[in-house]
């Protein structure tokens, strides 16, 4: 059989070649820089579906196929390869067909003959159509940034929605501790109310137990505040509830309580004071209430019920004995302290 690589002369060899790549690839190009001419193969044509040989054979044919947006990066790359800065010369990019859609590609070429003064003379290459791999390619880039784009979305409503929720928990948390104090303390005089004085006394009791404290419990009461209230209004009447309550408060120490237990009476839980002491401090804050003129210019004066706590007992009972020791304050005449 002939040896087909044989071959006597140029042209047979080109012929040889440009045959075997016609096989291998869709669409072979010879390119000759000297001349200017372009050999392309019959598969080139139908790969981009036109006549064979429609246009002329030079490198503008292929120019003027190459999509406007990809047009100076295909340059660019071939020049750098021509002038020797890149030493491969393979890029992807879109070509005009027939029906003026387009259709991607891979140009691979090679310079195969080089003039004296180092230029290249000769290059051949081939078009490759990756049209189908390039559109699932761009497909699944695009699916990719779409998914980017929801999760950021995501992202951003899950952040607005935390927000919305860390104010809302902070609003809460504002309408518990209102609620809270609400329920501490008393509308009208602002002090402790009987809820917290119940909580309060219970509290020391315990610790007067455990620790051995003395304890005492107060109770006292504006004396004829139904005469005050039928001559001066009842808004009067709250507003000396309010002064009196502000008097005893600034006049106790901090651990003492003051609270309404209602209308006009209240309580004070004196830690750690024994009766005497505790008996001392209210013949002072009985003094106080009658040196000073309360709201409206009106002097008041109260009587006072003063007991200490003694081991065992009830609240009920430590309660009672203070109570009637206020009673007993009211029947010696009142503006009394009774301990
Ligand atoms: N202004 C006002 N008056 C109140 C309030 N709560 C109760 N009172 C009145 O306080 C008065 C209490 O009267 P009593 O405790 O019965 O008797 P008192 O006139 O104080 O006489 P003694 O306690 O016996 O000295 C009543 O007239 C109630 O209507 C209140 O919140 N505001």
């Not at 050999?39 to 503008?60: A, C, H, Q």
């Not at 830690?271 to 005497?276: D, I, K």
């Amino acid at each position: 059989m002939e040896n087909i690589y044989k071959h006597q002369t140029v042209e047979q060899s080109d012929n040889t070649l440009n045959s075997i790549l016609a096989l291998i690839v869709e669409g072979v190009w010879d390119w000759n820089s000297n001349t200017g001419q372009v050999t392309r193969s019959p598969g080139w044509f139908r790969m981009l579906e036109y006549e064979i040989d429609y246009s002329k054979n030079d490198v503008f044919t292929w120019e003027n196929i190459i999509h406007p947006d990809d047009y100076s990066r295909v340059m660019k790359h071939f020049e750098s390869y021509l002038y020797g800065k890149l030493d491969h010369y393979e890029i992807q990019y879109r070509c005009r067909k027939s029906d003026g859609s387009y259709l991607w590609i891979v140009d691979r070429g090679k310079a195969i003959e080089f003039n004296q003064d180092g230029s290249v003379a000769r290059m051949i290459g081939a078009h490759h159509n990756i049209d189908k791999q390039k559109s699932i390619e761009l497909e699944y880039s695009h699916q990719n940034q779409l998914l980017k784009e929801g999760n950021l979305t995501l992202e951003k409503i899950v952040r607005k929605k935390a927000e919305q929720l860390e104010k809302k928990n902070k609003l809460l948390e504002k309408k518990l501790i209102e609620i809270k104090s609400i329920s501490n303390i008393d509308s009208l005089t602002k002090v402790a109310n009987r809820n917290k004085f119940e909580n309060e006394l219970e509290q020391e009791v315990l610790r007067a137990n455990r620790y051995h404290h003395a304890l005492s419990l107060v109770i006292f009461d504006i004396d004829h505040f139904k005469e005050i209230n039928d001559s001066y209004g009842h808004k009067v009447g709250d507003r000396i509830l309010c002064h009196l309550s502000e008097l005893v408060s600034a006049n106790i120490r901090d651990v003492d309580l003051l609270a309404r237990w209602g209308g006009d009476e209240f309580v004070i839980i004196f830690p750690e004071l024994c009766r005497e002491k505790a008996h001392i401090a209210c013949e002072k804050l009985k003094a106080l209430i009658n040196e000073n003129k309360m709201s409206d210019d009106i002097s008041v004066s109260c009587s006072f019920g003063v007991s200490q706590y003694k081991l065992g007992d009830t609240l009920d009972e430590l309660f009672q004995r203070v109570d009637n020791l206020l009673y007993y304050s009211k029947e010696k005449g009142r503006n009394t302290v009774q301990s």
